[in-house]
């Protein structure tokens, strides 16, 4: 592999010493909300240490799942992730993922940029990573092979994959939907091989996975606003001075907000490159969803308090 390659001989810098050379993994691919936060954080950490620190970027699930890309990064085998699943690590973060919490994504981002989304943050740090920031994965919409979603009550019986999330798979299985977690990693492959007719996931993630290849329709539920967070393991971070710590947390900042900015486009522009491919795009009532899951609401409070989630939603954006 080319990146591989890259590896065995670190970068030097001009008087001579190695730089530092960190790994960052993600599932999605270079061309998406994921892909293009970890591309500005590179180049904008690289600019303010003047090479001293270098990212190496390894897309496509190349280093495994996201949540084995989080147990290397405990280990300390992995540098850095840009990782939508962190739930999958750190149960008590999927309090993001229940469905319809934020008015918009201006809310979402009011509430991860200020005390609650940072200190949600800080959850990371029993297990021994480091969260920088909060990036943008995006809205996550319902895509069928066949089925056509219009309304809740298209949701009975469809076999649908869930991310490796508590909270989106109690969501699906309040709608009726046979719904069960598979890492993203798998996904395309047990959509090709029918093993389920439907996903959920943003537009961008939608287009750069090419699951428009084995989906025929995309229903615009935005059901969840899923955050992306960027983490680095604290046995790497340990390993940079101070002046290189604080380039990385601005380095990471930068990235967050490529992130948000590449799924904003997405969302805007996305779909017409979809329809373009043959997907069918579908306009759906929200609100109807949104009560079909009124009785999840018991089970989200039990999963993360009812305080906690009413704290979120009395977020001024």
Same mark, same amino acid.
């Given at each position: 592999?080319?990146?591989?390659?890259?590896?065995?001989?670190?970068?030097?810098?001009?008087?001579? #010493?190695?730089?530092?050379?960190?790994?960052?993994?993600?599932s999605s691919g270079t061309t998406g909300q994921l892909g293009e936060g970890a591309r500005i954080m590179a180049e904008r950490l690289q600019a303010l240490t003047e090479g001293r620190v270098q990212i190496d970027s390894y897309p496509q699930s190349q280093l495994g799942g996201?949540?084995?890309?989080?147990?290397a990064m405990e280990r300390?085998?992995?540098?850095?992730?840009?990782?939508?699943?962190?739930s999958s690590f750190v149960p008590e973060l999927g309090?993001?993922?229940?469905?319809?919490? =934020? +008015?918009?994504? #201006?809310?979402?981002?009011?509430?991860?940029?200020?005390?609650?989304g940072q200190a949600a943050l800080r959850r990371l740090e029993a297990r021994q990573l480091v969260g920088l920031s909060w990036g943008e994965n995006g809205l996550r919409h319902i895509t069928t092979?066949?089925? !056509?979603?219009?309304?809740?009550?298209?949701?009975?019986?469809?076999?649908? +994959?869930?991310?490796p999330s508590q909270a989106i798979l109690t969501t699906f299985k309040t709608l009726g939907a046979e719904a069960a977690m598979?890492?993203?990693?798998?996904?395309?492959?047990?959509?090709? #091989?029918?093993? =389920?007719?439907? !996903?959920?996931?943003?537009?961008?993630?939608?287009?750069?996975?090419g699951l428009w290849q084995v989906q025929k329709f995309i229903s615009l539920t935005g059901h969840v606003y899923s955050p992306a967070g960027l983490v680095i393991s604290r046995h790497s971070l340990? +390993?940079?001075s101070a002046a290189d710590r604080a380039a990385?947390? !601005?380095?990471?900042?930068?990235?967050?907000?490529?992130?948000?900015? #590449?799924?904003?486009?997405?969302?805007?522009?996305?779909?017409?490159?979809?329809?373009d491919r043959g997907m069918t795009v579908i306009e759906v009532d929200r609100t109807a969803f949104a009560r079909a899951l009124a009785p999840a609401e018991a089970a989200f409070a039990t999963m993360f308090g009812a305080e906690q989630l009413a704290a979120i939603r009395a977020v001024k954006a």
């Open positions: 592999m080319v990146l591989a390659s890259v590896m065995l001989a670190a970068p030097r810098l001009a008087r001579g #010493a190695p730089a530092t050379v960190l790994r960052i993994g993600y996201d949540l084995d890309m989080l147990q300390g085998t992995l540098d850095m992730t840009i990782n939508a699943a962190l309090i993001f993922e229940v469905p319809f919490l =934020f +008015r918009d994504i #201006a809310h979402a981002h009011a509430v991860l940029d200020g005390p609650i092979t066949a089925r !056509q979603i219009r309304g809740p009550a298209d949701m009975a019986g469809l076999k649908l +994959r869930s991310a598979l890492p993203f990693g798998e996904l395309y492959a047990a959509l090709a #091989a029918g093993r =389920f007719e439907a !996903q959920e996931n943003p537009i961008g993630t939608i287009e750069s996975a340990e +390993r940079l990385l947390e !601005q380095a990471a900042r930068d990235g967050a907000q490529a992130s948000r900015r #590449a799924a904003v486009l997405a969302q805007q522009n996305g779909l017409a490159r979809l329809r």
